[in-house]
């Protein structure tokens, strides 16, 4: 297993799973460069990992929730599911993309008491994404709305109330340990 595929399994960095590696923390051989990770022993050093920590409840987020509103000057409602998509580059990089993110953040939304003001912030929120990518990219480290060296990135940039950056962030964070389970 290579260390991509391992730090999704362990839900930890692929740098982590390198400094497990070198550390002899998990098996591991290292070809051509690159970490070739005993599968096995991973699993020991997960669970063990699992016994040190308490675990805290796991949730699982809807991905076939939906959100209905109507636009203004619409007569129509507008229903949203969120859309995963996954492709992998030619660099051999895999890209999930979460678009239509409305329905995981609906209790936000509906929090807003002026309907008006609601529509106006699905509006703002309708083109934000959710990027979750395998792979470290040391372009995106500076980048506020990245984590983990861009392997966890948004389109959003904020101007909804009640939803950070970091709200996203933490989504996508949670998004990315469900997809990889």
Same mark, same amino acid.
């Given at each position: 297993m290579n260390t991509t595929a391992a730090a999704l399994q362990a839900n930890v960095t692929a740098d982590t799973i390198r400094t497990w590696c070198r550390r002899g923390a998990v098996a591991a051989l290292k070809q051509a460069g690159r970490w070739i990770i005993d599968t096995a022993s991973l699993a020991h050093r997960i669970a063990i990992g699992q016994r040190r920590t308490r675990k805290a409840a796991t949730v699982s987020i809807d991905l076939t929730a939906t959100y209905t509103f109507t636009h203004a000057g619409d007569t129509a409602p507008t229903t949203v599911t969120p859309t995963v998509k996954t492709r992998t580059r030619p660099t051999g990089e895999t890209i999930t993309t979460i678009s239509n993110l409305a329905?995981?953040?609906?209790?936000?939304?509906? $929090? +807003?008491? /002026?309907?008006?003001? %609601?529509?106006? $912030? &699905? !509006?703002?929120? %309708?083109? $934000?994404? +959710? *990027? +979750?990518?395998?792979?470290?990219?040391?372009?995106?480290?500076?980048?506020?709305? !990245? %984590?983990? =060296? =861009?392997?966890? @990135? !948004? !389109?959003? @940039?904020? =101007? *909804?109330? @009640? +939803?950070? *950056?970091? /709200? *996203? &962030?933490?989504?996508?964070?949670? &998004? %990315?340990?469900?997809? $990889?389970?």
């Open positions: 329905p995981l953040f609906a209790d936000r939304f509906d $929090a +807003i008491p /002026d309907n008006g003001d %609601r529509v106006a $912030a &699905l !509006t703002v929120f %309708r083109s $934000a994404h +959710i *990027v +979750i990518s395998d792979q470290h990219d040391a372009d995106w480290d500076d980048d506020p709305q !990245t %984590r983990d =060296g =861009g392997q966890l @990135r !948004t !389109t959003y @940039r904020g =101007g *909804v109330p @009640r +939803i950070t *950056v970091a /709200d *996203v &962030l933490d989504l996508a964070a949670q &998004l %990315r340990a469900q997809l $990889a389970a």
